[in-house]
């Protein structure tokens, strides 16, 4: 059991981070911003604030302290399930003002709940769960609103340093992983959602794995040699979305006088060759791979690859260790508002030599969202269970745009197939049926 003044520490630090970032990403644009819709794809900022509460209210307040609640005449307006994005604008929202009054009066009461709960001894409370829990859900609407921001047009509202440089010089360009079992999942992470449950073993016959995300300047490879054009690299859903929407190159591109540009969070600039690619869709990384002759990677092989370590035959936490990330592990948590060049973060290499699994941009896998074997529904069928299926594609690893409390060795993100705006790359793999075997330049 750990030390209930430590645990509480912890859950005041993630919520307090949180917090932090969401005033950010509701502060640094106007009220007409933050109620507009800036894509049918996506929310109103001012919607994300609210729901944010009303959750915070229905798990610590109702929940974990048996609170009556403080506004439950708003929940249905902030069921995601009730109303579709697209259909947000047209509720009766709290306005801007209101709700950032309802939040600062829920996280209040929340602050006191957190001082007077014991934090073990029920299901919802042990090792303060529910408060990661909210603190996880607010960090991922912050990349939702990130997302949000980067759809947005007009001139630029967020700044940032730009992350540490980085290339791959002397590195191999793929590492082999070898076959055999390894333990997938976890039992003992204590703020792991239900869908990374239970830690299993799986058997993952050896492979080769891209030592790197592809990069903006493979990809632009792939778009020179026609791609794009050609209907055998390309599952056939994935050939109709970019045939009825004429998409040829990731979301945000556009080419003038022979150069691909992007639009970044209001300032357009060149692609950087060197830095992985994003808002590209399942379909795309899909048929890019195949154009390589390679494949996605499952996810049993992302997490072998993140986790498995040969010298002790253990799973580790993340691909460095298991300590917590530090800012020389890897680019999360918005400190940078976009990846960092292929072969950066030396330091959180994982111990089979492979780079940048946590951080700079989630990765598709070609696997299904699905449970694990032994999995239960935690603490709501809405979190996940609802989502399995053959309609959702599993991402590993995160983005530049996630906090370190919602990315593990073991999360898992999902989405639809079609999802160009989310930050979304990938990496490449291969079978190895015959060993390791010589590497490729
Ligand atoms: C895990 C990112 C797919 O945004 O739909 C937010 C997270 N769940 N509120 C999503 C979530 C409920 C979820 N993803
Ligand atoms: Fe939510």
Redesign the pocket.
């Known amino acids: 059991m750990t030390d209930p003044e430590a645990l509480r520490r912890r859950a005041l630090d993630a919520l307090t981070t949180a917090r932090a970032r969401t005033a950010l990403l509701t502060s640094c644009v106007d009220d007409g911003d933050l109620t507009a819709q800036h894509s049918p794809l996506m929310s109103p900022l001012v919607w994300d604030l609210a729901h944010i509460s009303n959750q915070e209210e229905q798990w610590l307040l109702r929940a974990v302290a048996g609170h009556p609640g403080l506004r439950p005449e708003i929940d249905s307006i902030y069921d995601?399930f009730e109303h579709p994005r697209a259909s947000r604008p047209t509720l009766p929202l709290l306005a801007p003002a209101e709700a950032r009054l309802y939040a600062s009066d829920v996280r209040g009461r929340v602050l006191d709940v957190l001082d007077r709960t014991a934090l073990e001894g029920r299901p919802l409370v042990d090792a303060a769960f529910a408060f990661g829990m909210v603190a996880q859900?607010e960090q991922?609407?912050d990349e939702?609103m990130l997302i949000t921001h980067q759809l947005r047009r007009g001139p630029a509202a967020l700044h940032a340093p730009a992350p540490p440089s980085g290339d791959t010089t002397g590195l191999p360009a793929e590492v082999y992983v070898p076959g055999g079992p390894f333990t997938m999942g976890t039992s003992d992470e204590p703020w792991a959602l239900d869908n990374e449950r239970p830690a299993h073993t799986r058997v993952v016959p050896g492979f080769h794995l891209d030592t790197v995300p592809v990069t903006n300047g493979d990809y632009q490879r792939f778009i020179a040699e026609n791609g794009y054009g050609e209907e055998r690299w390309w599952a056939p859903e994935g050939w109709e979305q970019i045939r009825r929407h004429s998409i040829g190159a990731p979301l945000f591109w556009f080419r003038e006088g022979g150069q691909w540009l992007r639009r970044r969070f209001g300032v357009v600039e060149p692609v950087p060759a060197d830095e992985p690619v994003l808002h590209v869709s399942w379909y795309e990384a899909d048929a890019y791979a195949r154009w390589a002759g390679r494949r996605l990677p499952t996810e049993e092989e992302w997490e072998k690859a993140a986790r498995y370590d040969p010298a002790t035959g253990r799973s580790l936490r993340y691909p460095w260790g298991d300590e917590d990330p530090a800012e020389e592990h890897a680019n999360l948590g918005q400190r940078h508002l976009r990846p960092a060049a292929a072969g950066s973060y030396p330091a959180g290499s994982s111990p089979l030599g492979v780079r940048q699994l946590i951080g700079d941009v989630w990765e598709w896998t070609a696997s299904d969202f699905l449970p694990y074997p032994g999995f239960t529904a935690f603490p709501y069928k809405e979190?996940s269970e609802v989502f399995f299926g053959p309609g959702h594609k599993v991402l590993r690893g995160g983005s530049f745009a996630v906090d370190p409390v919602a990315c593990r060795g073991t999360f898992r993100?999902?989405?639809l197939p079609v999802r160009r705006q989310i930050f979304a790359g990938f990496r490449t793999a291969r079978d190895a049926t015959t060993g390791p075997g010589p590497v490729a330049a």
């Open positions: 995601a859900h991922q609407h939702t979190y993100n999902w989405d």
